[in-house]
C-alpha cells in the first residue's frame, strides 16, 4: 500500500510563489504527479512526472508551475510561480504503481486577488 503525504499549501496574494511537496512511503511508484479541484469543479490534472523524468503540464500553468522530483525516491515538488486567483484550489498528490492509483489527503491553495 502506497501513503502519500503532502505538505505547502496556504494562502498567498496574486503574482507570489508557493512550493508543494508529497512523499509517498510504502513502495516505489512510477509515476507521480499534481492534480486540483477547485469549489464546483471537477478534478484536474496540472502536472505529472514519470520515472524517467518525462512531465506533462495542464496548459493553464505551462511556464509557472514547475513538477520536479527529488533525489530521495518517492518524493515529487510542485513549485508555482505567478499564482493567479484561478489556481485556488485542493491540490491533491497523485501516484501511479502498475495500474493502482494513489492519492493524498489534499492541501488547499487559495490565491487572493
Known amino acids: 500500500q502506497v501513503q502519500l503525504v503532502e505538505s505547502g499549501g496556504g494562502l498567498v496574494q496574486a503574482g507570489e510563489s508557493l512550493k508543494l511537496s508529497c512523499a509517498a512511503s510504502?513502495?516505489?511508484?512510477?509515476?507521480m504527479g499534481w492534480y486540483r479541484q477547485a469549489p464546483g469543479k471537477q478534478r484536474e490534472l496540472v502536472a505529472r512526472i514519470i520515472s524517467g523524468g518525462s512531465t506533462v503540464y495542464a496548459d493553464s500553468v505551462k511556464g509557472r508551475f514547475t513538477i520536479s522530483t527529488a533525489n530521495v525516491r518517492n518524493t515529487v515538488y510542485l513549485q508555482m510561480n505567478s499564482l493567479k486567483p484561478e489556481d485556488t484550489a485542493v491540490y491533491y498528490c497523485?501516484?501511479?504503481?502498475?495500474?493502482?492509483?494513489?492519492w493524498g489527503q489534499g492541501t488547499q491553495v487559495t490565491v487572493s486577488s
Open positions: 497523485w501516484a501511479l504503481r502498475g495500474r493502482d492509483v494513489y
Open positions: 510504502g513502495m516505489i511508484v512510477s509515476a
